[in-house]
Every structure is written in C-alpha cells, then in structure tokens.
C-alpha cells in the first residue's frame, strides 16, 4: 500500500525550461509535505516543505503547490540548471493510527540538459 | 560542520555475519533514524529514536537491532546478515520527533553502501 506515489521515475529538460515533478498521496491524515533532493554517493538534502494551510511555498526558483482536494502535490523549478540534475523524493508527514509518521515516495530522477 | 557522520561508507558481508553501522550527529538533535534505500523503492524507516533512551520500530525493522547510545549516537546492527539487507543505509537526525510533529527537515548523512554475499 504506497501512500505516497511519485509515478514518474524519471523526467528529463532542457535547462532554463520548467521542470515540473508530481507527487500524489492517498492519507488525508498527511498534514506537511516535504521535498528532498539526492546526488548520487549522497544523502538526501532537504529543498523545501509546505504545511496543509497552505497551497503554495516558493523559495527562489523552487515552488511546491499543494492541492488537498485532490491529494497532490508539484515541485516546480524554474529556470532548470544542469546542477539541478539529482534524484527528488517527495515525503509527507501527519498521524496515522496514534503516532507520526514520515512516508516517502520512491523518488523521480531529474536530467536537466545543456 | 560535519552534521550527520556515518561509518563505515562501504562493507561486504558474508551470510550470517554480524556487523554494526555506526552514527553520530553533532547538532544537538533529540531525533534519529536509520532508513534503507534500494532501487525503485524510495527510502523506507527501520528504526528511530525520538530522544535518548527511546527507540521504535519503523516500517521494515525484521533482522535489525538498534541502540541509542546517547543524544550524538545511534547505531544499527545486523546480527546474522542476509543477501536481502544488501542495501545503502541513511542514518538522519531532526530537531524534532515524530512524536512531536515533523516541522522541519531530517539531515541525513552519505550513506553506508552494504553488500551481503
């Protein structure tokens, strides 16, 4: 049971083009998102996050956008940068069954061409 | 700023070995957890430990030990490797638990590549 799908294993753009990577979730207990970028023989770095309150939360050229009605949510980045090339895992956060948990998905691996 | 440190990076195991992989933050943080990663399924929770002292078991604990050994250190143990704990294991450490609501981010470390013949 995948709580959290990203149903794109991979994406590939040319760079100063938008990329745009999808993540959808089936709890409606998740109440916090979160992004994480990953370079090969690296650990996850966290990118950026968003609470259910909002639908929106931009940090320089990465926007999250959240949709509750349709429990999805798009990390969005523009303009693409060769450096921006990475595996990205969306995550989220909230209470299931009395306790807090942290799901993530399996992750969609971004090419950003020159 | 060392942040999270995991050792060692690379081991081979035979079947039915034992090891530990070892873990330390120097952020001050109450959090940490181990997580495994393998191709196609995204990282998933073994164990983690929401403050000293405590321990709880993730989403795939089975052939794992872990122990808190203070606020810096958290390691994990294979008592008797098997070919299916062939993974990269991500020890990470937050401000805050589970417990308390995830406001803020993990900070994981490189990663610790294990391969069990």
């Known amino acids: 049971d995948q709580q959290v799908k990203q149903n794109s294993p991979s994406l590939s753009v040319q760079e100063g083009r938008i990329s745009i990577l999808n993540c959808d979730y089936t709890n409606s207990m998740f109440d916090y998102f979160l992004w994480y970028k990953k370079y090969p023989a690296e650990g996850p770095t966290f990118l950026i996050s968003?609470?259910?309150?909002?639908d929106k939360n931009e940090d320089g050229r990465f926007t999250v956008f959240l949709n509750k009605s349709a429990k999805h949510l798009s990390l969005h980045i523009v303009p693409s940068q060769p450096g921006d090339s990475a595996v990205y895992f969306c995550a989220a956060s909230g209470n299931q069954g009395g306790s807090e948990k942290l799901v993530f998905g399996k992750g969609t691996k971004l090419t950003v061409n020159p | 700023n060392a942040g999270v440190t995991q050792t060692p990076k690379f081991q081979v195991l035979k079947t039915g070995q034992s090891m530990t992989l070892q873990c330390a933050q120097d952020?001050?943080?109450?959090?940490m957890y181990w997580y495994r990663q393998d191709p196609g399924m995204g990282l998933r929770l073994i164990y983690y430990s929401a403050s000293e002292g405590t321990t709880d078991k993730g989403e795939v604990p089975n052939g794992y030990n872990v122990s808190r050994l203070n606020k810096r250190e958290f390691s994990l143990r294979l008592e008797s490797a098997a070919p299916s704990q062939t993974s990269v294991y991500f020890c990470?450490?937050?401000?805050?638990?589970?417990?308390?609501?995830?406001?803020?981010?993990?900070?994981f470390g490189e990663g610790s590549r294990l391969t069990v013949l």
């Open positions: 990470a450490s937050s401000e805050a638990g589970f417990e308390r609501g995830i406001t803020g981010e993990l900070f």
């Open positions: 952020m001050n943080h109450n959090s």
């Open positions: 968003i609470s259910s309150i909002k």
